[in-house]
Each structure stands twice: as C-alpha cells, then as structure tokens.
C-alpha cells in the first residue's frame, strides 16, 4: 500500500507543472529617469527618501513618457506619484490620462485614479479607476467603466482591455450599444478589430422588432451577423425559433437553424421543427428537413404533418390577412384525431384550411378508409367539413372483420357535420357493396349496385338512405355472399400503415407491392401537342 501511494504522489507532481500558468517573466526595465521639472522640493525629516517635483514634470521609463503638475519620486523604489493632468504616452498608439496615477518601474504597473481615459489607436477607455500592466499590456477597471469605440458603447462593473491583440472583457450588468441596436449581457468578450462581441451568460439583443435571447453567441456589430449557441432563442414580432445553434443575419432578415429547431409562428399558429431550417423574415419563405414536423394548432384539435421535406410561402404578410401555404414532400403523413393520412406529398392552405394530399393518398376517418389520385379535406374549426377524391376514388368502411362496406368512383365528395359523416356523392362509374340490417341491427344481407350517380345519406353510424340514378344491381341473402362478390375490384384496406398517433407519423410503412393506384393517362393540352410538333 505505501509504494502505491509514493507512486500517486510521483504522478500527481509529475502533472501539475504541465497545468500550472506560466507567470510571464518581467524584465528588467532599468531606473525611472527625471526628464524635467520646474523645482524640486526636499523634505528629510517628514520625507527623507521621497523628491517632490512641481511644475511640468515629466518622467520616461522604458518608451514611457509620463507628463503631470507634481509626483513625489521615490528613487530607491524606482516609483512615483504623479498628480494633476497627468498623462501616459507610449509611441504613438498609446495614452492615458488621469488626475492621479502611480506607477512602480519595477512591476511596470500604472495604477490612474480619477477621470481616467485609456486611448488606444480609434479606442477610448473610460473610468475612475484603472490599473495598467505595460508586460502584459492589460488595462483592467473594477469600479465601472465604458468602451468608446467607433459607433460601439460598452458599459460595465469590471473590465479589463488588452492593447496588445485589442481584446476586451466586460463583466456584470455589461451594456452594449448601437444605434438601434442594444445587448444586455452578463459577460462580453469583444474585439475591437473586428466589431464582434462573443455574449456569455443570459444575454439579450435588442434590434427593432427583434429580440434574441443567448448565453453563448457571437455578434457582429458592423453587419448584425449573428452565431447562436446552446438553444438561443430568436423572436421577430409573433414568430420565434429555437435551435441547437443558428446563424441569423438581422439586416438581411434570414436565419439558418440546425438541430432540434422549434419554430413557431404564433400568427399562423402552426409549430415547425426539424434538424435543419432555413428562414427568410422578409418574404416569410421557410424550407426544412431531417425530422421535419409542422403542427398546425390553428384549430382546436392540433394537426400533425411530417414529410422529408416541408417548404412554407407566407402570403399578404403586412396585413391581418397572412395566411401561409405549406409544401411537403415524400413520405408524407398526418395526424388528428379525427383524421389520419399518408401519401406521397402534401399542401396545406391555412387561409382555406384544406389539406391536400398526392400520389397514392389515404386517409382515415373514424372506420372509414378514403384514396384517389388526389385528395382535399378542408376543416372547419376542430372537426372536417368535407373531404374531394379526384379519379380512382375508394371508400372502404370496416363493419368487423369480415365485412366492408365498398363505394368507387370517378370522384366522390364527403359532408361532414360537427365531425360526423352525413352524405356521400359519388360520380361516374359509381360501384356500391354495403350490408342491409333489419331493425334489431343484424346483418341480413348485401346489395351490390352500380349507377353513374349516387348520393348516400348517413344515420346514427349507419346508411339511413341511398339514392341513384338509373342503378342496376343485386340483393344478396348474406348466406349466398361469396368471398369474391364481397369486394370491389379496387377494393385494399391499408389499416398497417395508418398513423395511430402524433409520433408515429415519423414511421414510413408502404402499401403491399402490387397495391399501388394504376397511373391515370392524361390528355395533353393542345397547344403543347402541336408545340411538340413543331
């Protein structure tokens, strides 16, 4: 056990010299020399080892030039007081100016008190109280201070500047000002070079309507260049965004955003997230991915969309008409509760509340399952109105496990009401199976009809009432219904890829192979044919 701890010990020794801070070594700046002065005054009684000088004094030490009304001298410490207009020259970048300072020619450290001003090229430093080492080139105040430089104010309770590599340090309640734009912070790190303040602490960036919130960002005062970090918050009126880290530039009102990005527009009600975003204030143009979400909370039940891609357009943005159109593209799904889809992309209009959904589209409705080439459902406050299927249209509507009712068509329109199905319209080419039951509600049989024309009214979760136009069909006893008359020639029920929760709009599942809609052949207009004739 002793020779483990004599070996720690011989490690741990071992280590410390490599973390210790090397102290800078100060040279040997030689003796202050007395360059002029009116008079000298001696006093060996009071004051045996000090030199009283009056009157323009001025000393140099080491490339300093120092210029006061009177300084006590104290030779054997290589030190003096200096009193009264008392200014600090070093060449031609560097100046100080006080009303009393004291400066040890050995430690080379100037300690100014009182309406103190450090000027250092384009850079004024003002104070009460300032010390300032000439090794390392640091002037730091600790009883407030302000930064003057170019059209940047900082302000703060301690500080410290470096006229060396022109860095500065401001610490508690730090204010930083310009023009329109004002920073609180609770430290800044600032570069006088390059006009770009790095804001640690709660921080806070006020620039017109624009406020951004950080506790690790980088600010750039010439062009308002910002680079956020550590879930910085940015809020332009009613919309704000939250993200891993995001660079914003404010003149130009555009923000790039990466990983695990909140964005709500709180004037649209609609919640953007995704890995990546980008945003344009101006003209209220957002394109996102990886993990892109849109929630739509306009109405008061909440729509969930997800795709790999969602692209946004804000339209009429100066007025109280803004309304915005939302883009998404491949492996498209939704969520609400009272409605579920999936397709291959989708659009969603807030002005007319409708979403759109394209290539191979399904959605949900309670036990009902609706596709087409093309579907809109349009919402009416927290329920459906209504629901278009354009070409191949299909509703499926499961009465147990055995039995569905079937109703295609050309083009088929669902009436909803207070989120209940009410009638269905269908067109052309219109095939309808649906299951008779008698006034006990058993099943007794299933008719099969086909028309060109059919409107279905709903009851209390049933068929109350059908009408067509020039229908043909057939009434099957249920006991004379076969597998094969018992569904549509386009008939698929696709429950194992319907999204069951807001989460789980996330999990791409395709249809079966072979399931897929035929692809519709469209005529061309006109004038592109003869176009391509030419």
């Not at 104010?153 to 340090?169: C, E, H």
């Not at 058993?442 to 060109?452: A, F």
Request: net charge positive.
């Amino acid at each position: 056990m002793g020779w483990c701890l004599l070996l720690f010990f011989f490690l741990v020794m071992s280590i410390i010299p490599s973390f210790a801070k090397k102290e800078k070594v100060r040279p040997n700046a030689g003796k202050i020399i007395l360059r002029y002065a009116d008079r000298v005054e001696y006093d060996q009684i009071k004051n045996p080892n000090v030199q009283i000088f009056v009157g323009h004094v001025s000393f140099s030490h080491n490339g300093l030039i120092l210029y006061c009304d009177s300084a006590n001298f104290y030779q054997l410490s290589n030190s003096f007081q200096a009193f009264g207009n008392v200014r600090m020259l070093q060449g031609d970048t560097l100046s100080l100016k006080s009303e009393y300072l004291f400066y040890d020619g050995n430690s080379q450290i100037a300690q100014a008190r009182k309406k103190v001003i450090l000027k250092n090229r384009s850079s004024e430093l003002f104070t009460d109280s300032l010390n300032y080492d000439r090794v390392y080139h640091i002037g730091y105040f600790f009883e407030g201070g302000k930064l003057i430089d170019g059209g940047n104010i900082l302000t703060s309770d301690w500080g410290q500047y470096n006229t060396s590599d022109k860095q500065a340090l401001f610490n508690y309640h730090v204010e930083l000002d310009r023009k329109d734009m004002k920073i609180n912070s609770d430290t800044i790190h600032y570069d006088t070079r390059t006009k770009v303040a790095h804001l640690l602490g709660p921080s806070n960036v006020l620039n017109g309507t624009s406020h951004i919130y950080t506790e690790n960002g980088y600010y750039n005062t010439l062009n308002k260049n910002v680079t956020l970090m550590n879930r910085s918050v940015v809020v332009d009126k009613n919309q704000q965004m939250v993200a891993d880290s995001l660079i914003y530039d404010q003149e130009k009102g555009v923000a790039h955003a990466y990983r695990n990005i909140v964005y709500n527009d709180k004037a649209n009600k609609n919640i953007l997230t995704g890995d990546y975003c980008y945003h344009n204030e101006k003209t209220g143009y957002t394109i996102t991915y990886n993990k892109a979400e849109v929630k739509n909370y306009s109405e008061k039940d909440t729509l969930y969309l997800h795709a790999d891609t969602f692209k946004i357009y804000t339209y009429d943005q100066k007025t109280d008409s803004v309304y915005r159109v939302i883009h998404g593209y491949y492996h498209a799904r939704s969520f609400r509760s009272d409605l579920q889809s999936v397709a291959d992309s989708l659009s969603y209009n807030s002005k007319k509340a409708v979403l759109s959904l394209y290539g191979n589209p399904i959605v949900w409705n309670g036990m009902r399952q609706i596709l087409g080439e093309e579907i809109h459902a349009y919402m009416n406050d927290s329920t459906i109105d209504s629901i278009h299927v354009v070409n191949q249209a299909l509703m499926v509507e499961k009465l147990d496990s055995l039995h569905f009712n079937q109703i295609s068509g050309k083009e088929m329109r669902y009436f909803f009401e207070n989120g209940k199905l009410k009638e269905n319209r269908v067109n052309n080419n219109v095939q309808v199976i649906y299951y008779a039951f008698d006034s006990d509600s058993i099943m007794v049989g299933m008719n099969y009809t086909e028309t060109s024309l059919a409107r279905m009214f709903m009851g209390s979760k049933k068929l109350s009432k059908i009408w067509t136009k020039e229908a043909t069909g057939t009434f099957y006893p249920l006991a004379f219904v076969s597998k094969e008359k018992s569904f549509l020639p386009n008939y698929g029920w696709f429950d194992y890829i319907r999204p069951v929760n807001k989460d789980d709009i996330f999990e791409w599942r395709s249809k079966t192979a072979g399931k897929e809609l035929k692809q519709t052949v469209r005529r061309k207009v006109p004038f592109q044919t003869l176009k391509s004739i030419k």
